[in-house]
């Protein structure tokens, strides 16, 4: 049985860049570390004759101590964000061993089909699935129907050779005639081999290595046979 998951969003990188509100709190901790030393400098060096307005004096503490609260506010948010990514991962670690479906690289182990999930445009008269391998090189084009419905690509060539063993892409080219009306990406079923944080997200990991986002899982379901 499949399962729709409500979020829905983009493959996910490799890399693990720095969460949002790290960089926040990063560059705040920055400006605050200069608003003290340029304080602590015009106080220093302040003419005894002429010495710095308390009006003024007490605005620019007042200041001081509400980017101090803003610092330590973003501090403590960070950690809670780090917190409730653990106990997402935590969560979906039952996702483990299940087929996930969403937009990412589909993995052929050189006998078991890779069940795709087209979505073309409605208008469309005609739909081709695009295969490229991991090099991102062309490798077949195989005529669908315009239909919803999942199809199994089962990694034979023309000549019903099976292609090597790897990561493949899947691509919806949906014609009108002879106009190109929409080509995207294919969602796809990939099993969830791990769960591993990425960034301030939970991502999953495919059998080819690639990492997908929870967040953008669109249906899961038991593996199929």
Sequence with gaps: MTTAVSSAGSTATQSNPLPAASQGTSGLTSDFDTFVKMLTAQATNQDPLEPMDSTEYAAQLAQFSMVEQQTKSNTLLEGLQSQLGLANMAALSGWVGMEARGVAPGYFDGSNSVTIAPNPAAAAD????????????????VTLPVSAEPYEWNGLDDDGNA?????????????????????????????????????????????GGSVVLASSVSALREPAG
Excluded at 126 to 141: D, H, W
Excluded at 176 to 200: C, H, I, P, S, W
């Design 126 to 141: 005609s739909v081709t699935l695009v295969v490229k391998n991991s090099n991102g090189t062309e490798v077949q084009r």
């Design 163 to 207: 292609f090597e063993a790897g990561e493949y892409t899947f691509t919806i080219e949906s014609r009108k005639g002879d106009d190109l009306l929409l080509a995207d990406y294919a969602e796809v079923y990939f099993m969830v081999n791990e769960t591993r944080m990425q960034g301030g997200d939970v991502g999953l990991i495919t059998p």
